[in-house]
């Protein structure tokens, strides 16, 4: 999920979790793995799992995103990292695999969203204001994350992706024809600032 707004005037420091990380591609709209409930991740504590969340935050942090889904960048599995505002300005800053989503509310809130897969595009989207979400570390250790306003969309929006679900697939019809509207006005240029961003973060 990009930031709101998709650039913010704070740049955001390259957090810990991105150390020795390498961009990788995002997968977009259309593509097969981004529409299929991811399979579950039963491989814990091992290095490729360690290097692959790094290559996910330090590719969320290339394209200006607050959550990115290991789908996103083509990998059929049930796990997300995230770098999210709070809304006191606290920073939320972690990965789950295996989520479960649970709305803890009766609230919903309205606000743009968009998606990394769609790339410059975003729509009114009506949620949940206060959610929480089970998984696991990446050791295989219980982890329970709570959310509320832009974090509780994040985290929605990311367990959404493992569940093979777009934010596109939540619109009324003539809104997800807007949004994809949009993203062929607007990918072009979305996708050269990623290339150019991808190569200043890159250490030499």
């Not at 089970?134 to 982890?143: E, F, I, N, S, T």
């Not at 994040?154 to 024809?177: F, I, S």
């Amino acid at each position: 999920m990009p930031q709101t707004p998709p650039h913010s005037a704070v740049e955001r420091t390259l957090p810990s979790e991105a150390s020795g990380g390498f961009c990788r591609e995002i997968t977009e709209f259309g593509s097969p793995v981004l529409h299929q409930r991811c399979a579950d991740v039963t491989d814990f504590g091992t290095k490729e799992l360690a290097q692959l969340l790094k290559d996910m935050f330090f590719t969320m942090h290339v394209a200006h995103g607050v959550g990115l889904a290991a789908n996103q960048i083509g990998l059929d599995l049930r796990l997300f990292v995230y770098d999210c505002p709070g809304g006191r300005g606290e920073r939320h800053i972690g990965h789950i695999l295996n989520p479960e989503l649970h709305v803890t509310g009766e609230d919903r809130i309205t606000r743009r969203e968009g998606c990394l897969s769609v790339p410059g595009a975003a729509r009114e989207l009506t949620r949940p204001a206060s959610v929480t979400v089970h998984g696991q570390d990446w050791r295989g250790k219980p982890v329970t994350v709570s959310g509320t306003g832009l974090f509780a969309r994040c985290l929605q929006h990311e367990t959404d992706h493992t569940d093979g679900v777009l934010y596109l697939d939540r619109l009324a019809p003539e809104e997800r024809e807007r949004s994809l509207s949009q993203m062929r006005d607007n990918r072009a240029g979305v996708l050269a600032e990623r290339a150019e961003r991808a190569r200043s973060l890159t250490p030499s």
